[in-house]
Protein backbone atom coordinates (compact mmCIF):
# COMPACT_ATOMS: atom_id res chain seq x y z
CA UNK A 1 0.00 0.00 0.00
CA UNK A 2 3.18 2.50 0.89
CA UNK A 3 4.73 1.34 -2.32
CA UNK A 4 2.30 2.42 -4.25
CA UNK A 5 1.30 5.56 -2.56
CA UNK A 6 4.56 6.53 -3.00
CA UNK A 7 4.37 5.37 -7.01
CA UNK A 8 2.00 7.58 -7.47
CA UNK A 9 3.22 10.75 -5.53
CA UNK A 10 6.79 10.19 -7.28
CA UNK A 11 4.61 10.30 -11.02
CA UNK A 12 2.73 13.16 -9.65
CA UNK A 13 6.11 15.33 -9.25
CA UNK A 14 7.36 13.92 -11.99
CA UNK A 15 4.25 15.17 -14.05
CA UNK A 16 4.04 18.46 -12.30
CA UNK A 17 8.04 19.10 -13.35
CA UNK A 18 7.71 18.17 -17.02
CA UNK A 19 4.87 20.82 -17.02
CA UNK A 20 6.50 22.81 -15.29
CA UNK A 21 10.02 22.35 -17.64
CA UNK A 22 9.33 26.01 -19.64
CA UNK A 23 9.55 27.67 -16.29
CA UNK A 24 12.17 26.33 -14.18
CA UNK A 25 14.39 26.09 -18.19
CA UNK A 26 13.88 29.83 -18.17
CA UNK A 27 14.63 30.31 -14.29
CA UNK A 28 17.63 28.37 -14.17
CA UNK A 29 19.01 29.85 -17.81
CA UNK A 30 21.11 32.55 -17.54
CA UNK A 31 20.62 36.14 -19.38
CA UNK A 32 19.71 39.01 -19.43
CA UNK A 33 15.74 40.50 -18.45
CA UNK A 34 14.00 43.15 -20.60
CA UNK A 35 10.47 44.56 -20.96
CA UNK A 36 8.37 45.68 -23.78
CA UNK A 37 4.96 47.48 -23.62
CA UNK A 38 2.62 46.16 -26.31
CA UNK A 39 -1.21 47.39 -26.96
CA UNK A 40 -2.28 43.68 -26.71
CA UNK A 41 -0.89 40.28 -25.20
CA UNK A 42 -2.11 38.42 -28.97
CA UNK A 43 -1.80 35.04 -28.36
CA UNK A 44 1.41 35.57 -27.13
CA UNK A 45 2.25 32.39 -24.18
CA UNK A 46 4.39 32.93 -21.60
CA UNK A 47 7.34 30.20 -21.37
CA UNK A 48 6.20 28.86 -24.77
CA UNK A 49 6.68 32.41 -27.03
CA UNK A 50 10.51 32.44 -28.35
CA UNK A 51 12.06 35.70 -28.75
CA UNK A 52 13.99 36.48 -32.33
CA UNK A 53 16.52 38.85 -33.66
CA UNK A 54 17.61 38.81 -37.27
CA UNK A 55 15.51 35.27 -37.32
CA UNK A 56 17.42 33.76 -35.02
CA UNK A 57 15.57 32.79 -31.45
CA UNK A 58 17.76 34.53 -28.82
CA UNK A 59 15.45 34.27 -26.28
CA UNK A 60 11.94 33.39 -24.43
CA UNK A 61 9.07 35.31 -22.99
CA UNK A 62 8.85 34.63 -19.24
CA UNK A 63 5.98 36.73 -18.21
CA UNK A 64 3.07 38.85 -19.50
CA UNK A 65 0.98 41.33 -17.46
CA UNK A 66 -1.66 43.30 -17.93
CA UNK A 67 -1.41 47.60 -16.88
CA UNK A 68 -3.90 49.82 -16.20
CA UNK A 69 -4.01 51.18 -19.43
CA UNK A 70 -5.05 48.50 -21.00
CA UNK A 71 -1.60 47.31 -22.56
CA UNK A 72 0.28 44.25 -21.93
CA UNK A 73 3.97 44.49 -20.42
CA UNK A 74 5.95 41.33 -21.78
CA UNK A 75 8.98 39.98 -19.93
CA UNK A 76 11.59 38.64 -21.91
CA UNK A 77 14.54 36.63 -20.85
CA UNK A 78 17.72 36.85 -23.82
CA UNK A 79 20.79 35.08 -23.62
CA UNK A 80 24.08 36.63 -23.24
CA UNK A 81 25.42 39.55 -24.81
CA UNK A 82 21.65 40.20 -26.62
CA UNK A 83 21.03 43.01 -24.89
CA UNK A 84 24.86 44.75 -26.23
CA UNK A 85 23.59 44.47 -29.74
CA UNK A 86 19.97 46.25 -28.97
CA UNK A 87 21.18 49.67 -29.41
CA UNK A 88 19.59 52.93 -27.04
CA UNK A 89 16.27 52.56 -29.33
CA UNK A 90 15.43 49.19 -30.26
CA UNK A 91 11.92 48.20 -31.71
CA UNK A 92 9.64 44.89 -30.72
CA UNK A 93 7.27 43.31 -33.38
CA UNK A 94 4.76 40.39 -32.25
CA UNK A 95 5.17 38.16 -35.91
CA UNK A 96 3.66 34.85 -36.53
CA UNK A 97 6.77 31.46 -36.32
CA UNK A 98 4.80 29.87 -39.58
CA UNK A 99 2.72 31.15 -42.32
CA UNK A 100 -0.79 30.34 -41.15
CA UNK A 101 -0.13 32.15 -37.55
CA UNK A 102 -0.93 29.94 -34.54
CA UNK A 103 2.22 30.24 -32.85
CA UNK A 104 3.51 33.47 -32.35
CA UNK A 105 7.11 34.96 -31.36
CA UNK A 106 8.47 38.54 -30.57
CA UNK A 107 10.74 39.86 -33.54
CA UNK A 108 13.69 42.43 -32.02
CA UNK A 109 15.30 45.09 -33.89
CA UNK A 110 18.09 47.17 -32.91
CA UNK A 111 18.54 50.89 -33.16
CA UNK A 112 20.81 53.93 -31.66
CA UNK A 113 24.29 54.00 -31.15
CA UNK A 114 24.10 54.20 -27.23
CA UNK A 115 23.24 51.39 -24.22
CA UNK A 116 19.69 49.72 -23.84
CA UNK A 117 17.76 51.17 -21.15
CA UNK A 118 16.00 47.53 -20.17
CA UNK A 119 12.64 48.83 -21.41
CA UNK A 120 11.13 49.17 -25.25
CA UNK A 121 8.32 51.14 -24.84
CA UNK A 122 4.98 51.16 -26.63
CA UNK A 123 5.79 54.04 -29.40
CA UNK A 124 8.36 51.16 -30.57
CA UNK A 125 5.92 48.44 -30.30
CA UNK A 126 3.66 46.46 -32.81
CA UNK A 127 1.25 43.76 -33.42
CA UNK A 128 0.44 41.74 -36.70
CA UNK A 129 -2.12 42.53 -38.86
CA UNK A 130 -3.79 39.59 -39.69
CA UNK A 131 -5.47 38.93 -43.44
CA UNK A 132 -8.75 38.15 -41.86
CA UNK A 133 -8.78 41.89 -39.99
CA UNK A 134 -7.44 43.01 -43.56
CA UNK A 135 -10.86 41.34 -45.29
CA UNK A 136 -13.18 43.07 -42.47
CA UNK A 137 -11.77 46.24 -43.43
CA UNK A 138 -12.50 45.21 -47.15
CA UNK A 139 -15.74 47.11 -48.77
CA UNK A 140 -18.25 44.37 -49.40
CA UNK A 141 -17.73 44.76 -53.53
CA UNK A 142 -14.32 43.82 -52.32
CA UNK A 143 -15.29 41.06 -50.53
CA UNK A 144 -17.23 39.78 -53.30
CA UNK A 145 -14.60 39.97 -55.52
CA UNK A 146 -12.26 38.07 -53.40
CA UNK A 147 -14.67 35.45 -52.56
CA UNK A 148 -15.14 35.25 -56.96
CA UNK A 149 -10.96 35.23 -57.45
CA UNK A 150 -10.65 32.33 -54.20
CA UNK A 151 -13.02 30.48 -56.30
CA UNK A 152 -11.26 30.98 -59.55
CA UNK A 153 -8.47 29.83 -58.41
CA UNK A 154 -9.60 25.73 -57.94
CA UNK A 155 -9.85 25.71 -62.15
CA UNK A 156 -6.67 27.59 -62.59
CA UNK A 157 -4.42 25.27 -60.25
CA UNK A 158 -6.69 21.92 -62.08
CA UNK A 159 -5.53 23.36 -65.61
CA UNK A 160 -1.99 23.11 -64.17
CA UNK A 161 -2.04 19.88 -62.89
CA UNK A 162 0.72 19.35 -65.36
CA UNK A 163 2.77 22.16 -64.95
CA UNK A 164 2.61 21.86 -61.03
CA UNK A 165 4.09 17.94 -60.40
CA UNK A 166 7.07 19.23 -62.89
CA UNK A 167 7.73 22.01 -60.59
CA UNK A 168 8.00 20.12 -57.81
CA UNK A 169 9.62 17.92 -59.33
CA UNK A 170 12.35 19.94 -60.32
CA UNK A 171 12.45 22.21 -57.32
CA UNK A 172 14.72 19.58 -55.41
CA UNK A 173 17.38 19.54 -57.63
CA UNK A 174 17.01 23.34 -58.09
CA UNK A 175 17.65 24.06 -54.58
CA UNK A 176 19.70 21.40 -53.77
CA UNK A 177 22.84 23.74 -54.66
CA UNK A 178 21.28 26.39 -52.32
CA UNK A 179 22.08 24.56 -49.38
CA UNK A 180 25.41 24.56 -49.13
CA UNK A 181 24.99 28.37 -49.99
CA UNK A 182 22.96 28.68 -46.90
CA UNK A 183 25.39 27.07 -44.72
CA UNK A 184 28.53 29.46 -45.70
CA UNK A 185 26.28 32.19 -45.31
CA UNK A 186 25.59 30.80 -41.53
CA UNK A 187 29.40 30.99 -40.92
CA UNK A 188 31.34 28.76 -38.86
CA UNK A 189 29.15 30.12 -35.61
CA UNK A 190 25.59 29.87 -37.50
CA UNK A 191 23.79 31.59 -34.18
CA UNK A 192 26.55 34.74 -34.26
CA UNK A 193 28.02 35.62 -37.48
CA UNK A 194 24.93 35.85 -39.91
CA UNK A 195 23.64 38.01 -36.86
CA UNK A 196 26.20 40.05 -36.77
CA UNK A 197 26.07 40.66 -40.27
CA UNK A 198 23.16 41.70 -40.94
CA UNK A 199 23.14 43.89 -37.40
CA UNK A 200 26.10 45.73 -39.06
CA UNK A 201 24.27 45.79 -42.55
CA UNK A 202 21.23 47.33 -40.24
CA UNK A 203 23.84 49.95 -38.95
CA UNK A 204 25.47 50.73 -41.71
CA UNK A 205 22.01 51.58 -43.19
CA UNK A 206 20.92 53.01 -41.16
CA UNK A 207 24.01 55.43 -40.99
CA UNK A 208 23.29 55.99 -44.35
CA UNK A 209 19.82 57.08 -43.78
CA UNK A 210 20.09 59.29 -41.08
CA UNK A 211 20.37 62.39 -42.82
CA UNK A 212 17.89 63.59 -45.87
CA UNK A 213 19.77 63.60 -48.76
CA UNK A 214 22.81 62.05 -47.38
CA UNK A 215 23.02 59.22 -49.23
CA UNK A 216 21.87 61.10 -52.56
CA UNK A 217 24.71 63.79 -51.91
CA UNK A 218 27.38 60.56 -51.78
CA UNK A 219 25.82 58.61 -54.50
CA UNK A 220 26.24 62.36 -56.42
CA UNK A 221 29.71 63.02 -55.08
CA UNK A 222 31.14 59.77 -56.02
CA UNK A 223 29.58 60.61 -59.48
CA UNK A 224 32.08 63.30 -59.89
CA UNK A 225 34.56 61.75 -58.51
CA UNK A 226 34.56 58.72 -61.50
CA UNK A 227 34.01 61.68 -63.99
CA UNK A 228 36.92 63.66 -62.26
CA UNK A 229 39.45 60.20 -62.66
CA UNK A 230 38.29 59.61 -66.24
CA UNK A 231 39.56 63.11 -66.92
CA UNK A 232 42.52 62.85 -65.78
CA UNK A 233 43.21 59.03 -66.86
CA UNK A 234 46.42 59.64 -68.82
CA UNK A 235 48.18 61.43 -65.38
CA UNK A 236 46.57 58.14 -63.72
CA UNK A 237 47.97 56.00 -66.30
CA UNK A 238 51.62 57.99 -66.27
CA UNK A 239 51.40 57.39 -62.37
CA UNK A 240 50.75 53.86 -62.38
CA UNK A 241 53.28 53.24 -64.99
CA UNK A 242 55.62 55.27 -62.80
CA UNK A 243 54.81 53.57 -59.42
CA UNK A 244 56.73 50.18 -59.46
CA UNK A 245 60.41 52.58 -59.84
CA UNK A 246 58.53 54.75 -57.26
CA UNK A 247 58.07 51.91 -54.86
CA UNK A 248 61.68 50.86 -55.41
CA UNK A 249 62.92 53.85 -54.86
CA UNK A 250 61.26 53.58 -51.39
CA UNK A 251 62.46 50.07 -50.64
CA UNK A 252 65.66 51.83 -51.27
CA UNK A 253 65.27 54.65 -48.71
CA UNK A 254 63.20 51.95 -46.60
CA UNK A 255 66.65 49.79 -46.09
CA UNK A 256 68.61 53.19 -45.81
CA UNK A 257 66.34 53.68 -42.65
CA UNK A 258 66.69 50.80 -41.21
CA UNK A 259 70.26 52.00 -40.75
CA UNK A 260 69.42 55.14 -39.44
CA UNK A 261 67.20 53.18 -36.85
CA UNK A 262 69.98 50.52 -35.85
CA UNK A 263 72.07 54.00 -35.43
CA UNK A 264 69.38 55.38 -33.53
CA UNK A 265 68.94 52.57 -31.08
CA UNK A 266 72.35 52.16 -30.72
CA UNK A 267 72.81 55.53 -29.58
CA UNK A 268 69.65 55.10 -27.48
CA UNK A 269 71.10 52.63 -25.83
CA UNK A 270 74.50 54.40 -24.79
CA UNK A 271 72.58 57.48 -23.66
CA UNK A 272 69.96 55.49 -21.88
CA UNK A 273 72.11 55.18 -18.49
CA UNK A 274 72.68 59.04 -18.65
CA UNK A 275 68.90 59.84 -18.92
CA UNK A 276 68.58 59.47 -15.16
CA UNK A 277 71.00 62.38 -14.78
CA UNK A 278 69.51 64.30 -17.35
CA UNK A 279 66.50 64.61 -15.58
CA UNK A 280 68.08 65.28 -12.49
CA UNK A 281 69.79 68.21 -14.35
CA UNK A 282 66.58 69.49 -16.03
CA UNK A 283 65.05 69.45 -12.67
CA UNK A 284 67.65 71.47 -10.90
CA UNK A 285 67.89 74.01 -13.79
CA UNK A 286 64.27 74.75 -13.61
CA UNK A 287 64.25 77.68 -10.87
CA UNK A 288 67.84 79.19 -13.23
CA UNK A 289 65.69 78.96 -16.38
CA UNK A 290 62.69 80.94 -14.21
CA UNK A 291 65.18 83.59 -13.54
CA UNK A 292 66.70 83.79 -16.79
CA UNK A 293 63.59 83.94 -18.39
CA UNK A 294 63.31 87.65 -17.87
CA UNK A 295 66.92 88.29 -18.72
CA UNK A 296 66.58 85.92 -22.53
CA UNK A 297 63.26 88.28 -22.69
CA UNK A 298 64.93 91.58 -22.10
CA UNK A 299 67.57 90.30 -24.63
CA UNK A 300 65.01 90.42 -27.22
CA UNK A 301 65.32 94.07 -28.37
CA UNK A 302 69.01 93.94 -27.65
CA UNK A 303 70.01 91.14 -30.44
CA UNK A 304 67.53 92.63 -33.08
CA UNK A 305 69.54 96.26 -32.11
CA UNK A 306 72.58 93.85 -32.45
CA UNK A 307 72.04 92.00 -35.75
CA UNK A 308 73.54 95.04 -37.98
CA UNK A 309 76.34 95.13 -36.26
CA UNK A 310 76.91 91.26 -36.84
CA UNK A 311 75.51 91.87 -40.68
CA UNK A 312 78.62 94.19 -41.12
CA UNK A 313 81.09 91.97 -38.96
CA UNK A 314 80.19 89.30 -42.07
CA UNK A 315 82.92 91.62 -44.45
CA UNK A 316 85.28 91.98 -41.45
CA UNK A 317 85.42 88.24 -40.38
CA UNK A 318 86.35 86.99 -44.14
CA UNK A 319 88.94 89.44 -43.90
CA UNK A 320 90.08 88.48 -40.87
CA UNK A 321 90.07 84.58 -41.86
CA UNK A 322 92.40 85.83 -44.59
CA UNK A 323 94.87 87.69 -41.61
CA UNK A 324 94.52 84.55 -39.70
CA UNK A 325 95.41 82.00 -42.89
CA UNK A 326 98.23 83.90 -43.69
CA UNK A 327 99.42 83.63 -39.95
CA UNK A 328 99.16 79.93 -40.26
CA UNK A 329 102.31 79.35 -42.24
CA UNK A 330 105.49 80.70 -41.83
CA UNK A 331 104.96 83.42 -38.88
CA UNK A 332 103.28 80.81 -36.61
CA UNK A 333 106.28 78.43 -37.75
CA UNK A 334 108.34 81.17 -36.41
CA UNK A 335 106.54 82.00 -32.99
CA UNK A 336 106.26 78.59 -31.72
CA UNK A 337 110.05 78.07 -32.82
CA UNK A 338 112.84 80.41 -32.20
CA UNK A 339 110.58 82.64 -30.36
CA UNK A 340 108.96 80.66 -27.88
CA UNK A 341 112.64 78.16 -27.61
CA UNK A 342 114.13 82.20 -26.46
CA UNK A 343 111.66 82.84 -23.85
CA UNK A 344 111.24 79.54 -22.50
CA UNK A 345 114.19 78.98 -21.87
CA UNK A 346 116.46 80.22 -18.86
CA UNK A 347 118.21 83.53 -18.89
CA UNK A 348 121.83 83.53 -18.39
CA UNK A 349 123.74 86.98 -18.41
CA UNK A 350 127.06 87.03 -19.37
CA UNK A 351 130.40 89.22 -19.02
CA UNK A 352 129.75 90.66 -15.31
CA UNK A 353 126.34 89.71 -14.60
CA UNK A 354 127.65 85.60 -15.87
CA UNK A 355 126.53 84.50 -12.09
CA UNK A 356 123.51 85.73 -12.34
CA UNK A 357 121.74 82.49 -12.78
CA UNK A 358 122.76 81.32 -9.67
CA UNK A 359 121.20 80.93 -6.79
CA UNK A 360 117.25 81.59 -6.96
CA UNK A 361 117.30 82.36 -10.35
CA UNK A 362 119.11 79.82 -11.54
CA UNK A 363 115.82 78.34 -13.12
CA UNK A 364 114.35 81.84 -14.13
CA UNK A 365 113.30 82.06 -17.65
CA UNK A 366 113.70 84.87 -20.19
CA UNK A 367 109.85 85.65 -19.84
CA UNK A 368 109.60 85.99 -16.07
CA UNK A 369 113.39 88.61 -15.91
CA UNK A 370 111.02 90.42 -18.27
CA UNK A 371 108.55 90.94 -16.01
CA UNK A 372 111.03 91.12 -13.15
CA UNK A 373 112.72 94.10 -14.85
CA UNK A 374 108.96 95.46 -15.50
CA UNK A 375 107.61 95.50 -12.14
CA UNK A 376 110.85 96.92 -11.20
CA UNK A 377 111.07 99.82 -13.55
CA UNK A 378 107.44 100.07 -12.56
CA UNK A 379 108.36 100.58 -8.46
CA UNK A 380 111.39 103.06 -9.33
CA UNK A 381 108.93 105.27 -10.90
CA UNK A 382 106.40 105.37 -8.77
CA UNK A 383 106.05 107.36 -5.86
CA UNK A 384 103.35 107.47 -2.49
CA UNK A 385 102.35 110.95 -0.59
CA UNK A 386 99.09 111.97 1.47
CA UNK A 387 96.99 111.57 -1.80
CA UNK A 388 97.95 108.69 -3.05
CA UNK A 389 100.33 107.06 -5.56
CA UNK A 390 102.15 109.79 -7.86
CA UNK A 391 104.78 109.36 -10.86
CA UNK A 392 107.95 110.50 -8.45
CA UNK A 393 110.24 110.82 -11.31
CA UNK A 394 110.97 109.88 -15.02
CA UNK A 395 112.92 106.93 -15.59
CA UNK A 396 115.89 107.32 -17.61
CA UNK A 397 119.45 108.95 -18.58
CA UNK A 398 119.77 112.93 -19.21
CA UNK A 399 123.72 113.17 -19.67
CA UNK A 400 125.05 116.33 -17.95
CA UNK A 401 121.59 116.57 -15.98
CA UNK A 402 122.72 116.38 -12.50
CA UNK A 403 126.43 118.80 -11.96
CA UNK A 404 129.75 117.28 -10.82
CA UNK A 405 128.51 113.64 -11.78
CA UNK A 406 130.43 112.38 -14.72
CA UNK A 407 127.65 111.45 -17.00
CA UNK A 408 129.23 112.32 -20.48
CA UNK A 409 129.09 110.10 -23.41
CA UNK A 410 132.33 109.12 -23.47
CA UNK A 411 132.51 108.32 -19.36
CA UNK A 412 129.07 106.29 -19.97
CA UNK A 413 130.54 104.19 -23.21
CA UNK A 414 134.08 103.49 -21.22
CA UNK A 415 131.67 102.58 -17.88
CA UNK A 416 129.60 100.40 -20.43
CA UNK A 417 133.06 98.80 -21.35
CA UNK A 418 134.56 98.24 -18.54
CA UNK A 419 131.75 96.73 -16.66
CA UNK A 420 131.28 94.51 -19.94
CA UNK A 421 134.83 93.20 -19.05
CA UNK A 422 136.53 94.45 -22.09
CA UNK A 423 140.21 94.86 -22.42
CA UNK A 424 141.40 94.79 -25.59
CA UNK A 425 142.56 98.15 -26.69
CA UNK A 426 141.67 97.28 -30.78
CA UNK A 427 137.90 96.57 -29.87
CA UNK A 428 137.73 99.47 -26.79
CA UNK A 429 138.82 101.93 -29.93
CA UNK A 430 136.84 100.04 -32.59
CA UNK A 431 133.75 100.64 -30.27
CA UNK A 432 134.70 104.39 -29.42
CA UNK A 433 134.63 105.08 -32.78
CA UNK A 434 131.75 103.60 -34.04
CA UNK A 435 129.96 105.48 -30.74
CA UNK A 436 131.52 108.78 -31.85
CA UNK A 437 133.23 109.12 -28.49
CA UNK A 438 136.84 110.50 -29.20
CA UNK A 439 140.13 108.70 -27.23
Do not use: C
Not at 51 to 58: D, H
Amino acid sequence: MKLGLSLYVVTAVVIGLLAMKPQITNLLSGGDTITAEFSSQYKLRAHDSSVKMAGITVGKVTDIDGTDDGTALVTMKLDEGIVDKLGSTPTANIEPRTLLGGRYAIELHPGGEGAFAGEIPIQRTSIPVELDTIVEALPADAREALQGLVGNAGPTLSESSDEIPDLLDSAPDVLRPVTPVLESAQGTRPRQDLHGIVSRLDAAARALTRTDGQLDATVTDLATTSSTLARHRDELSTVLAELPATLEQGGDGMNGLADVVTRLETTASSLQPATPELANLLVDLKPTLRIAQPVLRDLVPTLRELRPAVEQLVPVTDQATGILRDLRGPVMARVKGPVMDFLLNPWVGSGPYSRSAEGYQADHKVYQELAYMATNIDRASMGQDSRGSTLAFQAGVGLDSISGVPFSLDNLVNLALDNAGIDDPALRNDVLDNAGVSR
